[in-house]
């Protein structure tokens, strides 16, 4: 079946624009994450939903970026204002069951190349 | 969360088993450890998962330290399509969050 689909692959926008990354999750999939990666670092979280509430916020960096989820499915993550520090991948991920559980795997998908200039 | 410590690089010839190291000394009772890996320019892909037995698939095996504060993913016959960093991470049954760290690049010489 399908992965986790994200869109657009790549986005190149101006500074101070404001840009919308859209996930779509594999269906049935309860819990979705978002990360994202700078140019050679590791991931970073910024947010995860359990059906269409995000119990941990903790990782969004600013109030500049945003995320829901509608129908316990799509998610998106807005930047508003865009910043050139905000240049990074930026990955999804879905797992049938919230990850605190053990026992469970999440599926990633290829990300969202975001350049700001 | 847990704190993990890997090796920066580690390297390997294409058809030798390899073992990457991972010490997690803080991880609780009840947190499973998962291994990752990232190909380059790609996601990150799941590789494995325990909690205190040893584990096997058609990936990898996964040795869990009797202590539970280290473990080893083994990959049995290294091919140069495994070359990538790969994730040790705690599982945290509080958050339910996927916590990555620097990982291991390995590198696969043919």
């Known amino acids: 079946g399908a992965g986790v689909s994200q869109s657009p692959s790549n986005k190149v926008t101006e500074k101070g624009k404001d840009v919308e990354l859209r996930c779509d999750p594999i269906?049935?999939?309860?819990?979705l994450y978002w990360y994202r990666q700078s140019l050679g670092q590791g991931l970073e979280f910024l947010i995860y939903f359990q059906g269409n509430s995000a119990p941990d916020k903790s990782g969004l960096p600013s109030d500049r970026f945003s995320a829901e989820r509608t129908g316990g499915s799509v998610s998106t993550l807005t930047i508003q204002r865009t910043q050139q520090e905000d240049s990074a991948v930026y990955l999804c991920a879905s797992a049938p069951r919230w990850l605190g559980g053990g026992g469970t795997e999440a599926f990633f998908g290829q990300g969202t190349r975001l350049t700001v200039v | 969360d847990a704190k993990t410590t890997q090796p920066n690089s580690m390297e390997s010839n294409e058809e030798e088993p390899v073992h990457l190291p991972c010490n997690h000394s803080?991880?609780?009772?009840?947190?499973?450890i998962h291994w990752y890996r990232q190909l380059p320019s790609q996601g990150p892909e799941y590789v494995i998962h325990g909690l205190t037995s040893n584990v096997n698939n058609r990936m990898a095996s996964l040795a869990i330290a009797e202590d539970r504060k280290s473990s080893t993913l083994i990959l049995h016959r290294a091919t140069l399509r495994d070359a990538a960093v790969y994730y040790c991470?705690?599982?945290?049954?509080?958050?339910?969050?996927?916590?990555f760290g620097q990982g291991t690049t390995l590198q696969v010489k043919p």
């Open positions: 991470i705690p599982g945290s049954s509080n958050t339910g969050k996927l916590i």
């Open positions: 269906s049935g999939h309860t819990a």
């Open positions: 803080t991880i609780s009772g009840t947190d499973y």
